[in-house]
């Protein structure tokens, strides 16, 4: 029996070894029982030097509180999944996709597994689409804010003195068309401007985080003739030109999903500090979407996408969560947060 539970423990271990993450146990005390060779070569250790290891021990007191909240969601049975930038024992840095998963016998927790993946070239990559995405935004911004936009400008005010010239002729029917083309060139400048706006808020580089946001609010209640309100509550120091254009985008891209997918006719964007926790949330009350349960998750319906996954991105940036929930009464609401010691902003 001795010699059957040994041969099956080096099995599950040379299994585990061959896995392409890492994985280690933690039991409920919070030691270390197990950790395969990819754990081990992260961190510099044999299976001797952690096994029996605590967890504080093992992380330092700092990476330790900072964990603290994720193991102890794990032991509250809850499966957590989050990134983290993680130094190695030899001083490189690198991006790690980290799950603690609950380790349950009934109702009873009696440890969890920590699986932990490399993520650092597929956060590289991420970071490259991004910035190509975001200047290829201002290219487009500029193309029709200096460009389109100054021909549609000249067109109208053409249209407009040939409609001048008809009248003062008696060519009513020919000053009725021009009066046309004039107003259409005049809208058409208009959506111009608004579109570059989107790509180019200049509020942004101007005044800030706030101002920009307001601005956006007003200008999409204008142009789709809806409710879009902002407010904020002690968010008046925040500054980082990154860090601001991060949350901007996002706001953007829950604020359009809401009015073009759910068919919002009222959007609220708050920005609050409240005891040392920053939130972005965007609430609607459009149609929601398909799929999505009670309490917070992720992804679900219309948020599925292109879209989400920047958005899912710009927040890991920030070192943020995101989080996409049922409005109180109908709707939507986006929600992006993040501790204050933990801001990065530039």
């Not at 109702?107 to 689409?129: C, P, Y």
């Not at 400048?189 to 579109?195: G, L, T, Y």
């Not at 800030?208 to 008046?236: K, M, P, W």
């Amino acid at each position: 029996m001795k010699d059957s539970w040994r041969k099956s423990e080096k099995l599950v271990q040379s299994l585990m070894n061959f896995m392409p993450g890492m994985l280690a146990y933690w039991t409920h005390e919070r030691v270390c029982t197990f950790a395969n060779r990819a754990y081990l070569d992260w961190l510099g250790m044999t299976l001797r030097d952690i096994k029996g290891v605590s967890m504080q021990d093992l992380l330092g007191d700092a990476f330790f509180h900072k964990e603290a909240p994720f193991a102890g969601a794990a032991w509250a049975t809850e499966i957590q999944e989050f990134e983290r930038t993680l130094t190695r024992p030899n001083g490189e840095s690198g991006e790690a996709l980290i799950h603690y998963i609950p380790h349950l016998q009934g109702d009873t927790v009696l440890g969890f597994f920590l699986l932990m993946q490399d993520i650092t070239e597929h956060s590289r990559l991420e970071q490259a689409l991004i910035f190509a995405t975001e200047k290829r935004q201002q290219s487009i911004g500029h193309e029709l804010h200096d460009n389109l936009g100054q021909q549609m400008a000249a067109l109208a005010y053409q249209a407009k003195a040939l409609e001048k010239k008809l009248v003062s002729s008696q060519h009513q029917d020919a000053a009725k068309l021009a009066a046309s083309m004039a107003l259409q060139a005049q809208t058409a400048v208009i959506h111009c401007k608004q579109i570059a706006q989107d790509a180019l808020p200049f509020e942004l580089e101007a005044n800030g985080l706030v101002a920009a946001l307001q601005a956006f609010a007003a200008r999409i209640s204008s142009t789709y003739d809806i409710h879009c309100h902002f407010e904020s509550t002690n968010t008046d120091y925040l500054d980082g030109t990154n860090f601001a254009l991060n949350l901007y985008r996002m706001a953007q891209e829950a604020t359009h999903n809401a009015i073009r997918h759910g068919g919002a006719k009222n959007v609220v964007i708050c920005l609050s500090l409240v005891r040392g926790e920053l939130s972005l949330c965007i609430d609607d009350d459009g149609c929601g979407f398909s799929g999505v349960k009670s309490g917070a998750q992720e992804a679900a319906g219309r948020a599925t996408g292109m879209g989400l996954k920047i958005m899912q991105y710009r927040a890991r940036q920030l070192g943020a969560s995101l989080k996409i929930m049922p409005g109180a009464d109908k709707g939507v609401q986006v929600r992006i947060s993040m501790r204050t010691e933990e801001l990065k902003l530039n």
